[in-house]
């Protein structure tokens, strides 16, 4: 008989290298937490249910709790002989309390329990990603408040189009992390879900109470059949596919505050604190972070990819594949939680130079649409008057004036319905003013805006 826990009907022992690709006590351990936790609750259910004896209830829950004190105090030692995490605190609890550690597993699978452990480290994890969504989105609302009237060029095609307001640009990401807030919120009840009292996949014969084990638990809801139960990573799923589109949204900051902080553009500096210097180049400030930041969205799509890739050929149920489920989603939680801390701390700390980002709309055609938009209310038809500007920009381009560099007379001449009123609806902070549509960059329809983000933040 070989000496694993299900060594009955085996006669050879399990070939080292096959044991040691097989274990995943290395990565799992992380959830030893999550794993003591199912098991008090699934041995309280069985002492609830007289399945157990009062007395056996005591001396597992005591060998339990001893366990937790164990590895809260890092005397927790595993060992790859233990495949999993499930193993090792099973043959720990054995050493601690004796065979009586063997009626824990009654009425359980590792197949249940695993799938538990892990909807429990997504759930215990998911309010602190929603916790930093919210800190994060409060910065930009700030920084929208302080600068409303700050104007810079806004961007087509990475030329510049019209000008904008900056708050404008920060409640854009602020729109994009509310809907990744959302999406991580419908994600706990997917996750909420308890998959304890499956089994290996048929359910039991015992008359096992989940519903007791549920609410020991804290969770919401039970899986309504065993083969989904323990076959069922969806939750995981979308944990990833939320952090790829969260980490999507940052990338996108990220490439932008690369460009802002560049001696092109001189809008923003970022603080020392999240910046670094060069070995040779005495002078350099490089944006390492911002960098990381969308580097490492390559790595969350790529764990993505790689669950939904396993999950794409399992039949039901468990299959061992399912073991590949764990690495990526912790690898995420270890990613995204930092990203959003230093991103808002990076916000914080960041310096924006409002003189060179109104310069930069200063110098260019970006109020084009204004003089078009001028002859448009004056009756001429939109396609005539762009017709009309564009041949004004052309000889500015030529004669390198920007239009509100024109004599009246030369605008007339282009149009004889201008008028010296012109000037003034070209400038920029005019152009950008002035657009009060409903979520326009008018200041007056970012005030609108900046009142419904606090309102959602207000309200949760
Ligand atoms: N370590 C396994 C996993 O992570 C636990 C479940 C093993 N179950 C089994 N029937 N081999 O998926």
Do not use: C
Request: glycine share 6%; proline share 3%.
């Amino acid at each position: 008989m070989s000496k694993k826990l299900w060594g009955g009907r085996f006669q050879a022992e399990l070939d080292q290298l096959g044991a040691d690709f097989g274990a995943s006590i290395n990565f799992d351990q992380l959830m030893a937490e999550e794993d003591l936790i199912g098991s008090l609750a699934h041995v309280k259910m069985l002492g609830h249910t007289g399945i157990l004896t009062a007395d056996e209830v005591h001396a597992i829950t005591t060998g339990l709790e001893a366990l937790q004190t164990d590895l809260a105090a890092g005397k927790l030692q595993f060992s790859t002989d233990n495949e999993d995490i499930h193993m090792n605190l099973e043959a720990l609890l054995t050493e601690k309390i004796g065979p009586v550690a063997g009626k824990l597993h009654t009425a359980r699978s590792r197949n249940d329990q695993v799938a538990t452990d892990f909807h429990l480290y997504v759930k215990r994890r998911l309010p602190k990603v929603l916790e930093q969504i919210r800190h994060f989105q409060a910065v930009l609302v700030k920084l929208a408040e302080e600068n409303v009237t700050t104007v810079m060029p806004g961007y087509t095609h990475l030329q510049h189009a019209q000008p904008i307001s900056l708050a404008q640009s920060f409640l854009a990401y602020f729109n994009m992390l509310q809907r990744d807030y959302e999406r991580f919120e419908f994600n706990q009840q997917h996750t909420d879900l308890l998959p304890l009292g499956s089994a290996a996949l048929a359910g039991t014969t015992f008359p096992i109470d989940r519903e007791f084990t549920a609410d020991e638990l804290g969770f919401q809801n039970l899986y309504t059949n065993s083969l989904d139960a323990v076959s069922d990573r969806d939750f995981a799923l979308e944990f990833l596919s939320n952090s790829a589109i969260l980490m999507m949204h940052l990338s996108r900051l990220s490439e932008e505050l690369s460009l802002w902080v560049s001696q092109e553009f001189k809008f923003v500096e970022l603080s020392d604190a999240y910046t670094t210097g060069s070995s040779i180049m005495p002078q350099k400030k490089n944006p390492d972070m911002v960098e990381l930041i969308r580097g490492k969205t390559g790595r969350i799509y790529g764990h993505l990819m790689s669950l939904l890739t396993t999950m794409k050929g399992l039949p039901l149920a468990y299959n061992k594949d399912l073991q590949e489920d764990k690495e990526g989603v912790f690898d995420t939680v270890k990613t995204i939680l930092p990203t959003l801390k230093i991103y808002t701390g990076m916000l914080q700390t960041m310096k924006i130079n409002q003189e060179q980002m109104y310069a930069s709309t200063k110098n260019d055609y970006s109020n084009a649409t204004e003089l078009a938009d001028y002859l448009a209310n004056q009756g001429v038809p939109f396609r005539e008057a762009h017709a009309i500007v564009g041949q004004l920009v052309f000889k500015g381009l030529q004669e390198h004036r920007n239009l509100q560099d024109m004599e009246l007379a030369e605008l007339q001449a282009a149009s004889p319905l201008i008028t010296a009123d012109v000037y003034h609806v070209l400038q920029p902070e005019v152009a950008v003013e002035r657009r009060n549509s409903v979520g326009g960059t008018g200041f007056k329809a970012i005030k609108t805006q900046i009142k419904q983000a606090h309102a959602i933040l207000a309200n949760e």
